[in-house]
C-alpha cells in the first residue's frame, strides 16, 4: 500500500461492519468477531496483541487499517469529588473532552458526541463555544476505551451522553456506539446502565425509541413553560415543548422506561411556584422523575447576552422547591455538583481550541 493513501480505521466499526470488511479484503467472516473481540473486549490498541490472527494477517492489517482515533492528552482531577476530567485530541487537531464521576459504587463515564454543539443553549459552557463538527463512531467509542484502559474496564459501571453535544444529532454515530457498548462479545454494558440525554429533537426521539435499543432517556427540560424554555433553548423554536413531550410518551410506552427530565435551577426564570406546579402537571403525565440540577457557572466563557444574567437557585432554595414538588408526588433528586473545581460539572465542557497547535489549551484558563 501507498504510505499515503489513507488507512479504514477499524474503531467504531460494529460486528457486521467488520465482518463484512473482513470479507472484502478475502479474509473470512469470523475474523470480524476475532478483531471485534479484541478492540472493545480486551481494549487493544496495538495489532501485535491480537495473538489469534495469522502474522500476515496482522501485517496486512498493521499497513492498511487504524485502531486508535483519539489520542488523551491530559486528565485532570477533582480535589474535592474525586471527578475526574479526559481532555483529548482528534486526528485534526479537534479537543473534547469525557468526565468519570465516581459515586458511592457507580463510576460514570460521561461523554461527548459533537465537537462544540450547534444547539447555543444560554446556560451551558459547550454551547457558547459554537459547533465544530461531528464525532466518528470510532471517536465516541474511544473515550470510552481509553478510559477504561486508565481506570481498568470493570471500573466504569455507567455510561451517560452528556458531554459535549447533541446525542441525537449524531444519531447513527450514537446508536453504532450503543451497540458496541452493549454487545455481547464486548462483554459490555447493560443497556440500563446507559443513558443518552437529549435537549429535545422529537422526531429523533420516536426513531430511538422505534430503533429498539432501550436505553435510559434523558430530556433537559429547564421550563415548563414554552416561552421561557425558547428563551434559554432556541432548539424550542424548531421542536416545542409539546412535540418533545408527545414523544417522550412514545418512547417511554415503547421501550417500557422511565424517562428523566434534567432541570437546571436559574434563579427568578424557573424556580418559582407557577413553575411547581407547570412541571408537577407535566410529570404527572407521563412515567418519569425529575433530577434537579444546580447551575454551574460559566463565568469562563465571559458570556454575553441572556447568559451573562444566569444567576443559580441557592442550594436551600432548590431543596424548598424539590419539596414542593414531592408534595404533587413527583419523584424527584437533587444532583450534586461534581468536578466544578475542574469545569467538569455539567455544561462547563468548552475547549477553546481547535487549530492545531492550540489544543491543549483548557477554556478555563
Ligand atoms: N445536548 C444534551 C447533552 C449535553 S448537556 C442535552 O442537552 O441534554 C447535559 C446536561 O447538562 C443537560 O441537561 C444540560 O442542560 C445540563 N447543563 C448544561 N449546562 C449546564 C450548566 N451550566 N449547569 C448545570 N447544568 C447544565
Known sequence: MNTTEKKIQLKGLTLTELQDYLISIGEQKFRGAQIFNWMYNHLSFDFREMKNMSKE????????????????????????????????????????????????????????TQVGCPLDCKFCATGLMGYKRNLTPGEVVDQYLLAAKEKGKANITNIVYMGMGEPLLNFETTLKSVEIFTHELTKGLSRTRITISTAGIAPKIKELADRGLRVKLAFSLHSAFEDVRIKIMPINKKYSLKENIDALKYYANKTKTRITFEYTMLKGLNDRMEDVKAISKLCGSLPSKINLIPFNSIKHMSPGGISSQLEPTSLKDIHQFADRLRDNNITVMIRETQGDDIAAACGQLAVKTNSPGHNTELAQE
Do not use: W
Not at 62 to 80: P, V
Open 57 to 112: 494477517l496482522l501485517q496486512k492489517l498493521t499497513d492498511t487499517c487504524e485502531l486508535q482515533t483519539l489520542n488523551l492528552i491530559t486528565t485532570q482531577d477533582s480535589q474535592s469529588t474525586g471527578t475526574k476530567k479526559y481532555l483529548f485530541a482528534t486526528h485534526d487537531g479537534m479537543n473534547i473532552e469525557s468526565v468519570l464521576i465516581p459515586e458511592n459504587e457507580r463510576n460514570t463515564l460521561c461523554i461527548s
